[in-house]
């Protein structure tokens, strides 16, 4: 499979997208990498411990105490314990970040676990000979009383590459371990390297990936980071210098606004509406303005395994984490659900993040489960609607102008001369009615003066309702 990585830099933002046979697969974000959390490595102080919730605050020298669940921890911990831990999740909103004490380092082709004792291999590494002979290797070369996981790239390592990859991961923990004794006021005790990096070490393969950048100071500095990261061949890293930007030029922006819609729309006419709530992922298939040729059970069973492999695309994305649940359209033929079924499985595998599908429910519904690891396609894009408040609907105009005829009645109760209103013109059209008659009804029954007044600057559930004299 042919992988393009796509890195355009502007001001203090780097953005990066992983195009996989045409399609943007995943999106990353990155504003500024100094203010960063994920993987960092700290030297916290327990400042409380909640049994009930499993779990313990701990200070690592930020506005937000970590969260720390206790069955994350490899001590028992008690209220005054200096601790290393490492920040699994970013703060979200109130919510602090959450680390734990299972520290992990990441190198070229190895993850180094300094308090596991394991050897596990990527399972993107599907080749059973390939995997025998990279598990003996990490066995060889595992530290004692430490754990390795070997990373996707490291498919066709050499024993010497591996082991070389290992020590610069112990030299790396010394300098932690040596921090975390010592006395310095400083809490942070590691930090991951910058966007950039991260995904050419985690990501880039020789032969099979194009890298595509669009300034000519980002051209060499990944040419730079390659030959640091030990890639001895040379690398063609592709310059786009067009009058359009690289993610427009590439389609990628049209697939990034499509992730972001509730609606998105299939190939064959049908969609799915994903609603998503804090618990869960629902996602319904629907056939749309796709009527098939045969019959009904054709169009049906077609529209559902597209819906499938969208359904993965748009999961992975989405960057979407815990409970899915996928509402298909309805299948009588067991065959045609099992289909369904095997679309969606094949189609998840290549999704890097864990996913377990779990079939059908007894209510007809496709359950599975997604590994969280970062934040959320629309919450590193989008903030909540400050009109909306994040729930999506806004009052209608009519009950906007409803709400503006109740207020005007209580204001006029007082002892006012006349009453004036400023709302959109939208709005304004109800309150004053065909011809004026809601707007003669309304003065006829509280006895007072009202003057109406459009204002496109105000949003449509906006409104102002002011008293004033006649004069």
Not at 284 to 296: F, M
Not at 405 to 410: F, H
Not at 433 to 462: A, C, F, H, M, W
Request: aromatic fraction near 4%; hydrophobic fraction near 35%; charged fraction near 25%.
């Amino acid at each position: 499979m042919k992988r393009k990585i796509v890195i355009s830099a502007l001001l203090n933002q780097v953005q990066v997208g992983i195009v996989e046979n045409g399609r943007l697969v995943e999106y990353y974000l990155e504003r500024d990498s100094r203010d960063r959390l994920g993987s960092n490595i700290y030297k916290g102080r327990v400042e409380n411990i909640l049994p009930g919730m499993g779990a313990a605050f701990v200070d690592i020298g930020m506005a937000k105490n970590a969260f720390l669940f206790l069955a994350d921890s490899i001590d028992e911990l008690k209220i005054g314990d200096s601790v290393m831990v490492q920040v699994s999740k970013e703060a979200v909103g109130t919510k602090g970040p959450r680390v734990t004490t299972r520290v992990s380092l990441p190198g070229r082709y190895l993850v180094l676990m300094p308090f596991q004792e394991h050897t596990g291999i990527s399972r993107q590494i599907t080749d059973e000979t390939e995997r025998a002979r990279l598990k003996e290797i990490a066995e060889e070369i595992r530290p004692e009383n430490m754990g390795l996981i070997v990373r996707t790239v490291a498919e066709h390592c050499t024993h010497e590459e591996l082991e070389a990859d290992v020590a610069d991961l112990l030299e790396e923990w010394s300098r932690i371990t040596n921090k975390h004794r010592g006395k310095s006021s400083s809490r942070l005790l590691y930090q991951d390297y910058d966007l950039v990096h991260r995904i050419l070490r985690d990501l880039y393969a020789s032969g099979n990936t194009t890298i595509v950048v669009d300034n000519a100071d980002m051209q060499k500095r990944v040419q730079d980071e390659l030959a640091s990261l030990g890639v001895k061949e040379p690398v063609q890293v592709d310059l786009h210098q067009g009058k359009v930007d690289v993610f427009t030029h590439l389609g990628l922006k049209k697939e990034l606004e499509r992730a972001g819609n509730n609606r998105v729309w299939l190939d064959c006419g049908g969609y799915l509406v994903f609603n998503q709530t804090e618990a869960l992922l629902s996602i319904d298939v629907n056939t749309g303005k796709y009527v098939g040729s045969k019959n009904l059970q054709d169009t049906v069973l077609k529209t559902n395994l597209e819906a499938a492999a969208e359904i993965a695309h748009q999961l992975r994305l989405r960057n979407t984490g815990g409970i899915v649940i996928i509402d298909f359209i309805d299948m009588a033929d067991p065959s045609h659900r099992e289909a369904v079924l095997q679309q969606l499985a094949t189609s998840l595998s290549a999704d890097k993040t864990r996913t377990n599908l779990l079939g059908f429910t007894r209510l007809g519904l496709v359950e599975l489960t997604r590994k969280k690891t970062d934040r959320l396609l629309s919450h590193i894009l989008d903030v909540d609607c400050p009109h909306c408040k994040g729930r999506g609907r806004v009052p209608s105009d009519e009950t906007v102008a409803f709400q503006i005829a109740r207020e005007v009645n209580s204001l006029a109760l007082e002892d006012v001369e006349a009453i004036e209103v400023r709302c959109h013109p939208s709005v304004a059209g109800h309150v004053i009615g065909p011809g004026g008659s809601n707007l003669r009804e309304l003065e006829k029954y509280i006895g007072k003066t009202v003057t109406v007044q459009g204002d496109e600057s105000l949003p449509r559930q906006d409104y102002r309702v002011e008293s004033y004299t006649i004069d």
